[in-house]
């Protein structure tokens, strides 16, 4: 979970294109963030176990 701070700063349109950061639309994380989904590797597998992300499908073998 981002810290608020960190989540209102990087909304605000940054005065450098380098410093625009993927983050989660769910918690603000920056780490782990699928660019697909937009959104982090944790709120990702919550999401897939609810099946509430369409053409997810749990994998097993």
């Given at each position: 979970m981002a810290?608020?701070?960190n989540i209102v700063k990087?909304?605000?349109k940054?005065?450098?294109s380098v410093r625009n950061v993927n983050r989660c639309s769910i918690c603000?994380?920056?780490r782990g963030?699928?660019?697909r989904f937009?959104?982090?590797r944790i709120c990702f597998r919550e999401l897939a176990q609810k099946g509430e992300l369409p053409g997810v499908v749990k994998s097993t073998w």
């Open positions: 810290k608020k701070s990087f909304n605000k940054q005065k450098y603000g994380r920056a963030y699928m660019r937009g959104v982090c």
